[in-house]
């Protein structure tokens, strides 16, 4: 059974580099990879996910069904969003986690690759993708954006490695079928989508 902590660590490596980021109370560099508060937080008029903080985007805030209260804060203006913290993000990601029933996969790996996935492609794709990887592999389940019990024993009794092969090359298809369909895409195909699509656990 798949562990949330190792998963939401490698999501949040992939959304946050706060190093150089400044802390809006004192002004300084966090100095740290993740922040303590607005971890991540970007908003760039190319961004179609909108504002983001910890990786929670405007569209998985919609998607999520998420309010301003469930981010303790009063608003989801930019100022907001900067005052949410690394333990409230972390709450909202272990929702995520559960209502796609991530810790039923075996391999951790597997369900880490899948959770980061879903974070940055819409469940639907993610999911595809999945299917897609499994079926590589001789699974021959239907490919439906549907992480239902056969999607997830097909991925169960495929090898994790051979999995993540798969599902790192079949995300990049995807990343770069957008970017073709949307050529406003391709900055964030060459400058992020294709290190995420490679990035597999450790």
């Known amino acids: 059974m798949a562990d ?84 409230t993000a972390t709450v909202l990601w272990k929702r995520i986690w559960d209502r796609y029933g991530l810790a039923r996969l075996n391999s951790q790996d597997c369900a880490t690759k899948l959770f980061d996935a879903l974070a940055n492609m819409s469940p639907y794709w993610a999911v595809i993708c999945a299917q897609k990887a499994a079926n590589a592999y001789g699974a021959e389940i239907e490919v439906d954006g549907d992480l239902g019990p056969k999607t997830v024993t097909a991925i169960n009794k495929t090898d994790s490695q051979y999995w993540l092969r798969a599902m790192c090359l079949i995300q990049l298809d995807r990343y770069m079928e957008i970017a073709a369909l949307d050529p406003t895409q ?16 450790k």
């Open 186 to 201: 391709r900055w964030n195909l060459d400058h992020l989508w294709r290190a995420r699509a490679a990035a597999c656990p």
């Open 4 to 87: 949330f902590s190792p998963a939401l660590a490698f999501l949040l490596l992939n959304e946050c580099d706060d190093r150089a980021v400044l802390n809006p109370k004192t002004g300084q560099p966090w100095g740290k990879r993740i922040a303590d508060v607005g971890g991540g937080f970007s908003h760039r008029a190319d961004d179609k996910g909108g504002g983001t903080v910890y990786g929670l985007s405007t569209v998985i805030r919609f998607r999520e069904g998420f309010v301003p209260a469930d981010f303790k804060i009063t608003s989801f203006a930019d100022a907001d969003l900067l005052e949410t913290t690394l333990e």
